[in-house]
């Protein structure tokens, strides 16, 4: 077993495996990253949100997802009623990336990084034990599913982590892209019908 599986192994709350990824050595990205950036929300939401790596605002607060594309992540779950504020757990969603360290100029994770974060993903998501999980953009479905092409991925269910998970578009693509924001909008209602029980 590896190192990275053997701290993820050993950390039975979400506390305890913050503090193993964050004293990790085996990624070189720690190095040159300002702040750890675990995850956001309530952790006993249904629905966790899985996105890439920390960008620069990110990297400055510690959180994921809190730059442009944060904000209009949250504005889109927010039109279907979730937030991650939320203290009701119907009504929250817990949000990490697949990378806890920012990658220097926001360039895409590297395969071995993936790799290594790999391990502590999965006990991330098995602690956080959602029923359905999101996979923001191609690095999250690479992670999850081994798989890339988010623009044929998307809106088609499909399991990861061994749980029902949607890949979406990532909202940085939506606003390069802000035509593409009808699709998401489907994918949101897929999403909210099936925390409703009825797809
Ligand atoms: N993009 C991501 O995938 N995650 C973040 O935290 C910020 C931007």
Redesign the pocket.
């Known amino acids: 077993m590896g190192q990275a599986e053997a701290l993820a192994a050993a950390s039975d709350t979400l506390d305890a495996l913050a503090a193993a990824q964050e004293g990790f050595d085996g990624i070189e990205l720690k190095k040159g990253a300002r702040n750890f950036?675990f995850a956001d929300g309530n952790p006993k939401a249904r629905v966790l949100i899985l996105?890439?790596?920390?960008?620069d605002e990110?990297d400055r607060q510690g959180r994921?997802?809190v730059?442009r594309?944060?904000q209009l992540l949250d504005r889109m779950f927010d039109a279907i009623g979730l937030s991650r504020r939320a203290v009701d757990a119907e009504k929250a969603f817990y949000i990490t990336?697949v990378l806890t360290w920012r990658p220097p100029g926001n360039r895409d994770p590297r395969p071995d990084e993936i790799a290594v974060s790999l391990p502590f993903v999965r006990r991330h998501i098995d602690l956080v034990a959602p029923d359905l999980i999101v996979l923001?953009?191609n690095?999250a479905c690479d992670a999850a599913i081994g798989r890339r092409g988010i623009l044929r991925l998307r809106g088609t269910w499909v399991q990861a982590f061994g749980r029902p998970a949607l890949p979406m578009t990532?909202p940085?693509y939506l606003l390069r892209n802000p035509p593409a924001k009808r699709e998401a909008w489907a994918d949101l209602l897929s999403l909210a019908a099936r925390l409703e029980g009825s797809a």
Do not use: D, K, L, Y
């Open positions: 950036c996105g890439e790596a920390p960008g990110e994921p997802f730059g594309a944060g990336n923001m953009g690095i990532h940085a």
